[in-house]
């Protein structure tokens, strides 16, 4: 098969805890937030931006998550759990999107199209640089600490992207649907 | 440079007066739609379908398109350039939306973005099997003869991937900000 089309379909999500080391570097970051660029864009308005968490900051961003996990009435294992999730994985990069909502051609849900797209094709290029990761979300987005350490005004905090070497095999989750249920003729 | 992130780094969108046929064919729509599949997407909710257009049921979308332009009061002229959209172009496929805003874990912006995974995929797998194309939506996508034509209950048409292969070189759009502006260290 042609190795682009190998590297498509082959990428799938690694979770933090299948991460080691190396996370991807200044060279490898910046190559995916150009392939984040290259997604379809109505109007380019580019309404996203990635924010690298690595080294010495995880510490900050794990008493965050910390912090979140006790305010949403975790106990002492689940807060130490979600804390681990930022110091284990090598590289975090934070998705922010900026939609305007009164956008006079591109609706809001086409905007968040154009942050999935870019999203999207950011792990796939970190998947065609030899890394894998997988995107987190979750209650803690919404938590206002955490939003105000990313969010610049107008802004909004989609998730994490864990980044890091594959320290398993990527391994494809089960699909619910398959080509056929998604790709029909018009009746 | 990696053939992979050659592709990654080389796709723009091309309008349907640059395309020409072929159209991609089944197994390559097929494939397309493998790589819309693996796109990221929480909880693996498929929140999309796509509908293929071709052959002499442009005759038909090219109806609607010119019935849409002439109920948003468009001229002579510009209800035959709508109409004109849909029968020069070798294969257009319908993207629809299937959004559950009460989802307990998923928020619809987050199946939001798995659509515009998707589709950005779906328009990589294209540009890595030599074709080209664009997302096209605008006013028309809220028409309700062509909500009716396409739309299942829950459904919401995005718009409309014009795909063939290109008439002409394709050329970098000017590009608003670049990967500096949006890949930041954490502050």
Request: glycine share 8%.
């Amino acid at each position: 098969m042609d190795p682009v089309l190998h590297s498509l379909l082959s990428r799938h999500s690694l979770g933090g805890k299948h991460l080691s080391e190396p996370g991807p570097d200044d060279a490898a970051l910046a190559l995916m937030a150009d392939a984040a660029l290259h997604a379809p864009d109505h109007a380019g308005l580019v309404p996203f931006r990635f924010i690298v968490v690595r080294g010495e900051q995880r510490q900050r961003l794990a008493a965050l998550f910390a912090d979140a996990a006790r305010d949403a009435g975790k106990d002492a294992s689940g807060i130490a759990l979600d804390a681990e999730r930022a110091l284990q994985v090598p590289v975090t990069v934070a998705v922010m999107a900026r939609i305007d909502p009164g956008h006079p051609q591109v609706p809001a849900h086409e905007q968040w199209c154009a942050v999935g797209g870019a999203l999207a094709m950011f792990l796939q290029a970190a998947h065609a640089l030899g890394y894998a990761g997988k995107m987190l979300s979750g209650h803690k987005v919404r938590h206002p600490a955490i939003q105000a350490a990313f969010c610049a005004p107008g802004e909004m905090l989609v998730g994490w992207v864990s980044l890091g070497t594959a320290a398993r095999p990527l391994k494809a989750s089960p699909r619910r649907l398959r080509q056929a249920d998604v790709l029909q003729p018009w009746a």
